[in-house]
């Protein structure tokens, strides 16, 4: 695909969730107050299971590092968009645009990835319970870490380029609150329907196989613990995968109503708001999910808390 001359592009300017002052102060306080809770959300997860042994098994090794993925990813977007709920000119320098875009994309594609490892990490360890510990070493552990957290890496170099690669003609103004693909691809001057279709088809691949094998994963996992013969063991395990699978759902139902659906069935400014909930919501959620409903990570909380 050749380069397209888009110097005339310096800035984008971002329309954000409303133009009325009112609501953008409205919003501004309400999404001050989410990202507050999920600063503090995650920081006590991950300081948890840091400081309390018990915690130290690679369940929550996976937990700590969703915890501080969600706390990278809503750091990177939502100061960005308190700052623009209270200014006049909401605009994005090219490379700023260009650097969130990357750097959205390359957290959200970890955290694909590593919601399949948990589901997996689960399924050894109900599936395989005597080896679960042999198979999930402290290498393997830190290897899939590893693997999790540079494998957004190429997907967002290969969407960014692309995107980037579009021809705007100087259009300028994005229907959003921060830089996302399908947006300034909606931007084209051309017939941008190739592109559109490269990247669905990268989006399908990089967002529905995780989910295929999320599934099977948690297929095994519901059939094993409907064979239990004891009925608080099968409650402990229904318990740990359901705040797994609300967290699943959560952030794939919002990544694919905003990724995988035409173009032409968008209402104008929708995905503004479906982006709502992976940007603002899952990573505010995610740890009042995870210790509302699970009783080692409450123990952790109140022996902390005895301590203090």
């Known amino acids: 695909m050749p380069w397209k001359n888009n110097t005339v592009v310096t800035e984008f300017i971002l329309l954000g969730l409303s133009s009325d002052p009112r609501t953008q102060v409205i919003l501004f306080f309400v999404f001050l107050l989410a990202y507050i809770i999920t600063l503090i959300g995650n920081i006590s997860i991950i300081t948890?299971?840091?400081?309390?042994?018990?915690?130290?098994?690679?369940?929550?090794?996976?937990?700590g590092n969703l915890s501080f993925l969600d706390l990278c990813y809503s750091s990177s977007?939502?100061?960005?968009?308190?700052?623009?709920?209270?200014s006049v000119k909401k605009t994005i320098s090219y490379a700023e645009c260009a650097t969130q875009m990357f750097i959205s994309l390359c957290l959200g594609q970890s955290e694909c990835i590593l919601l399949a490892i948990?589901?997996?990490?689960?399924?050894?360890?109900?599936?395989?319970?005597?080896?679960?510990?042999?198979?999930m070493s402290n290498t393997v552990c830190v290897?899939?870490?590893?693997?999790?957290w540079i494998s957004g890496v190429p997907l967002s170099t290969s969407l960014v380029t692309i995107t980037l690669n579009v021809n705007r003609c100087g259009n300028n103004e994005i229907?959003?609150?921060?830089?996302?693909?399908p947006e300034i691809i909606s931007l084209g001057c051309e017939n941008i329907l190739f592109v559109e279709f490269i990247i669905f088809v990268i989006c399908v691949s990089d967002l529905m196989i995780p989910v295929i094998f999320i599934v099977i994963s948690y297929s095994q996992i519901i059939s094993c613990i409907l064979k239990m013969k004891s009925a608080a063991?099968?409650?402990?395990?229904?318990?740990?995968?359901?705040?797994?699978?609300?967290?699943?759902?959560?952030?794939?139902?919002?990544?694919?109503?905003?990724?995988?659906?035409?173009?032409?069935?968008?209402?104008?400014?929708?995905?503004?708001?479906?982006?709502?909930?992976?940007?603002?919501?899952?990573?505010?959620?995610?740890?009042?999910?995870?210790?509302?409903?699970?009783?080692?990570?409450?123990?952790?909380?109140?022996?902390?808390?005895?301590?203090?």
């Open 48 to 63: 948890l299971i840091l400081s309390d042994v018990s915690l130290h098994t690679p369940m929550y090794f996976f937990l």
């Open 233 to 308: 063991g099968q409650w402990k395990a229904f318990s740990t995968c359901g705040s797994h699978m609300m967290v699943v759902t959560m952030f794939y139902g919002s990544a694919m109503a905003a990724y995988m659906k035409p173009r032409s069935s968008s209402a104008a400014g929708t995905d503004k708001f479906i982006a709502i909930f992976y940007v603002v919501i899952t990573p505010m959620l995610n740890p009042l999910i995870y210790s509302l409903r699970n009783n080692d990570v409450k123990a952790a909380f109140l022996k902390c808390k005895m301590r203090l």
């Open 77 to 86: 977007t939502v100061p960005r968009m308190l700052k623009d709920l209270m």
């Open 118 to 135: 948990m589901a997996y990490d689960r399924y050894l360890a109900i599936y395989y319970p005597l080896h679960y510990t042999t198979i």
């Open 143 to 148: 290897r899939l870490a590893i693997g999790t």
């Open 175 to 181: 229907n959003h609150f921060l830089c996302e693909v």
